[in-house]
């Protein structure tokens, strides 16, 4: 079946305990992102790579970093977590170019930070 | 940068038409719509190109005006299964960065 995985789903931890999210994807995509989801505020773009070893910023990406080491698998890494990173984080893939392409999402992490 | 949805709420009755509306201050090279439900991962609806056609799905369509920079997305007779909040998303040429707005929750109700 073709997914989206994202691990842990629910997760609560204390400010400044390292901690990552992974992601990965079974597709084949090149295109991979992390997004977080705050009421009110929508999906905001953390991170995204265009392909292996190629990552760039999105719009919100200060307390967080990701690598892509392989094609299928794209962690979401915060190195001191923060109160106000708690928040519903969802990982996503395409096909490039993302323009024409949909993105298909993981299930979401629910991250609780104390 | 964040585009601009209208309205944030809706509800409706089944059977009832909706007109949810996204606005960017940017030239759009396309428009991807999504609809999320409640604790679950957004799912696509549609893509709109710049330069495209309007496009449908079901009884859901889309449009996307270029010179304004704006997308709708019809909702005709609404169902039970249409409740949900919808989001678009905006992407410039050449960016590869989708932008998503912040969503319009969407209630239909018998």
């Known amino acids: 079946e073709a997914q989206v995985t994202q691990n842990p789903r629910y997760l609560i931890t204390v400010t400044g305990k390292k901690l990552t999210v992974t992601c990965s994807q079974n597709?084949?995509?090149?295109?991979m992102s992390w997004y977080r989801q705050d009421p009110g505020l929508g999906l905001r773009q953390i991170y995204y790579?265009?392909?292996?070893?190629?990552?760039d910023k999105g719009d919100v990406p200060e307390g967080y970093k990701v690598s892509r080491k392989e094609k299928r698998n794209f962690p979401l890494i915060l190195e001191s977590p923060s109160p106000n990173q708690t928040s519903l984080y969802f990982c996503?893939?395409?096909?490039?170019?993302?323009?024409?392409?949909?993105?298909?999402f993981g299930p979401g992490t629910r991250l609780t930070v104390l | 940068q964040q585009p601009v949805q209208s309205p944030q709420a809706v509800i409706l009755r089944e059977g009832e038409d909706a007109v949810i509306n996204c606005s960017s201050s940017?030239?759009?090279?396309?428009v991807h719509w999504y609809r999320q439900k409640h604790g679950e991962a957004p799912v696509f609806l549609m893509i709109?190109?710049?330069?495209?056609e309007q496009k449908g799905h079901e009884k859901i369509s889309a449009s996307f005006n270029e010179k304004k920079q704006q997308s709708s997305l019809y909702l005709t007779a609404s169902q039970l299964s249409y409740s949900g909040t919808y989001f678009c998303?905006?992407?410039?040429?050449?960016?590869?960065?989708?932008?998503f707005g912040t969503g319009t929750r969407l209630q239909v109700f018998p």
């Open positions: 597709m084949n995509h090149e295109y």
């Open positions: 709109l190109l710049k330069g495209g």
């Open positions: 998303g905006t992407e410039m040429r050449n960016t590869d960065k989708l932008i």
């Open positions: 790579s265009m392909n292996v070893e190629v990552t």
């Open positions: 940017k030239a759009l090279y396309s």
């Open positions: 996503a893939s395409s096909p490039p170019p993302s323009s024409y392409n949909e993105q298909f």
